[in-house]
């Protein structure tokens, strides 16, 4: 028997974030009576080996492009150990409810299909939800107007040598107004500067693309047995509204019978910590 009937919230970052990113966000559930935990996937947060070259001032380029990365072998495969393995130890605790964001989708998606019985509810905010294997390899039937793609090229390191691995230079947003501008437009509108200052320097540099493989599409036999939410950012414009409800009903095409609840709030690629508390009211509502 279960110890508690209200759920604990297990909550995965997305690119580039950690477990740092979700703080305001378990805050609030904290003071309306909610256990969570929020994962740092391997190569991330306070453990990873994030290149020196990274913090110093003034940075040396060539140096951070040329440091190894902690994402360096890591793989899907990984990703899904790791969340399965704190699951596990959440086991017993009362239902619980796996939340994952942006990138962050793909992983919760993946544990998801490996152990669905671990699970009580799976919800995307705003996450990717890949449901058929041509959304890996083909163009998507979908206007995306997303501002982050261009952003995020201003930002980018080239000449990283870790297959797979992005290396995005946040903090060089600080030494620019008009990059700051373009990512605060894109992840965190609805905040203030200061909340966006803050975000960036909680950033990791470094992402492992490589997570876009077929392990990461949701199965109908597994993650389809498990009542899934979708959390719509309808101000979201580093995954638009249009790519998330593309995300949505192809899903909905796999499994029918157990087709996405769906929610609605008015707030950016990450609200959840610029607002914490409208979102924690919405999970909350969920549970």
């Known amino acids: ?22 703080g305001p966000l378990q805050n609030e559930l904290a003071l309306m009576g909610y256990r969570s935990h929020a994962v740092d996937l391997p190569g991330h947060g306070d453990l990873a080996a994030v ?12 140096a951070l492009a040329a440091a190894p990365s902690p994402m360096r072998g890591v793989t899907l495969a990984d990703h899904v150990r790791h969340v399965v393995a704190t699951l596990r130890r959440l086991a017993g605790d009362g239902p619980v409810v796996l939340v994952g964001n942006s990138l962050g989708g793909l992983t919760i998606s993946a544990v998801a299909n490996a152990a669905p019985e671990l699970l009580d509810r799976v919800v995307h905010l ?34 990283v040598a870790d297959p797979g691995v992005v290396r995005l230079n946040w903090r060089a947003a600080h030494a620019d107004p008009a990059v700051f501008a373009a990512l ?4 965190m509108a609805d ?16 992402e492992n693309h490589s997570v876009l493989e077929p392990g990461a599409l949701v199965r109908a036999d597994g993650w389809g047995r498990v009542p899934h939410t979708f959390v719509r950012l309808s101000e ?3 995954i638009t509204p249009a790519v998330q409800d593309y995300m949505i009903r192809k899903a909905d095409e796999l499994t029918p019978e157990n087709p996405f609840t769906v929610r609605t ?4 690629h990450v609200g959840y910590f610029s607002r914490p508390r409208l979102f924690a009211e919405l999970l909350a509502d969920l549970g």
């Open 1 to 22: 028997m279960r110890a508690d009937s209200r759920p604990v919230f297990v909550f995965v970052p997305g690119g580039s974030s950690n477990a740092r990113a979700w």
């Open 236 to 238: 979201d414009f580093s």
């Open 51 to 62: 290149p020196a070259a990274y913090y110093r001032q003034p940075q040396d380029l060539a």
């Open 184 to 187: 605060k437009a894109a992840i």
């Open 265 to 268: 709030l008015a707030a950016s």
């Open 126 to 159: 705003s996450a990717f939800c890949l449901s058929d294997p041509a959304m890996l390899t083909e163009a998507w039937d979908v206007a995306d107007e997303n501002l982050l793609d261009a952003a995020v090229e201003r930002i980018a390191v080239p000449g």
């Open 191 to 206: 905040s203030t500067d200061h909340q966006f200052r803050v975000l960036l320097d909680s950033l990791d540099p470094d």
